[in-house]
């Protein structure tokens, strides 16, 4: 139950296009709901997070969609730029972020 | 301001040594937790140090153990090592309570 399923595993996305990465958890005592971008050789680093007393919440180009009935949570990136070609994991804990359970990673490409 | 400082960033070992991992926290946290990543795969949490006890610990055997020291930096010591053990270890720091964590770059453990 303390699982997060991510997909797709792998996207390619045209500059100016937008990504979409989705995941999915079983544990109903999450209540966190992060997102982390890795370079190759770096540790990951925040993006964007969302409880769920929201639906949506946007930083930037970044927007995250929260489904707490379908237990479904994505990361929407617009007007994708090469320099956003990374691995992007989901993340869910309950409370506060220490215990982070992660997701399986999407490595986006991001074409000229 | 310096972020999450890890050390050594490479390291080789042979079956059943033992390592140490060293981790200083972003200035001003008093929390650290480890992480380990293996290839290809989403970081997974390992356990947590807050006021120099271990306060919440992931699915990891007794050979992996740790400390936190008086100025809030942390050791992570893996025993018995084996091939599996293999890894990206990561170190990130937050306040106590807090939403946000802050990764290091990792140590790249090889165990031959």
């Known amino acids: 139950q303390q699982q997060v399923k991510q997909s797709p595993q792998s996207l390619i996305v045209q500059k100016g296009g937008i990504s979409i990465i989705n995941c999915a958890y079983e544990n109903t005592a999450f209540d966190y709901f992060p997102w982390y971008q890795q370079f190759p050789g770096k540790g990951p680093a925040l993006l964007i997070a969302i409880r769920p007393d929201v639906s949506e919440k946007k930083e930037g180009r970044f927007t995250i969609s929260f489904n707490k009935s379908a237990k479904q949570f994505s990361l929407h990136i617009m007007d994708s730029q090469p320099g956003d070609s990374a691995t992007y994991f989901c993340?869910?804990?309950?409370?506060?972020?220490?215990?982070?359970?992660f997701g399986t990673g999407t490595r986006l490409q991001v074409t000229l | 301001d310096a972020g999450v400082t890890q050390s050594p960033t490479h390291l080789i070992k042979t079956r059943g040594q033992q390592v140490t991992l060293r981790c200083s926290p972003k200035s001003g946290h008093d929390t650290v937790s480890w992480y380990q990543q293996a290839l290809g795969q989403g970081p997974q949490f390992i356990f947590q140090y807050y006021e120099e006890e271990e306060r919440q610990r992931g699915n990891f055997p007794d050979r992996f153990s740790g400390h936190q020291f008086p100025n809030y930096s942390s050791e992570l010591n893996v025993n018995a090592l084996l091939l599996g053990d293999s890894a990206l270890y990561l170190c990130a720091s937050s306040l106590q309570g807090g939403e946000k964590l802050f990764f290091g770059s990792g140590t790249q453990l090889s165990v031959l």
């Open positions: 993340a869910a804990s309950p409370g506060t972020a220490s215990k982070l359970t």
